[in-house]
Nanobody, 123 residues
Framework: VQLVESGGGLVQAGGSLRLSCAASGRTFNSYAMGWFRQAPGKEREFVARISRSGSRTNYADSVKGRFTISRDNAKNTVYLQMNSLKPEDTAVYYC?????????????????WGQGTQVTVSS
């Protein structure tokens, strides 16, 4: 599966952005989907995950209550709605696909990745 992120940009602290990740192919609902991010000089970290059906979600503590992951299997797209953004949310955001059936928050289990989209939050 090929993944293409969009929706990044520059926003002031307290603002909102919605990221999208479009997947190619007809097997999108065969994958759990995740969002990760990597800030300059830091390792890539887990942000959120959604199950194949969209019924279950997981979030990093740092974004819980501010970010919402969702998916539209008819459109082969996963979203990340980001509200109340903080400067520390500045990073390149990646979507990724996980073909396993276990909830994973580490990137090792995600076999497919997009190219990333930059999110910059100014103070």
């Amino acid at each position: 599966v090929q993944l293409v992120e969009s929706g990044g940009g520059l926003v002031q602290a307290g603002g909102s952005l919605r990221l999208s990740c479009a997947a190619s192919g007809r097997t999108f609902n065969s994958y759990a989907m995740g969002w990760f991010r990597q800030a300059p000089g830091k390792e890539r970290e887990f942000v959120a995950r959604i199950s194949r059906s969209g019924s279950r979600t997981n979030y990093a503590d740092s974004v819980k209550g501010r970010f919402t992951i969702s998916r539209d299997n008819a459109k082969n797209t996963v979203y990340l709605q980001m509200n109340s953004l903080k400067p520390e949310d500045t990073a390149v955001y990646y979507c990724a696909a996980d073909s396993t059936f276990v909830v994973h928050t580490t990137e090792l289990f995600y076999g497919y990745w997009g190219q990333g989209t930059q999110v910059t939050v100014s103070s």
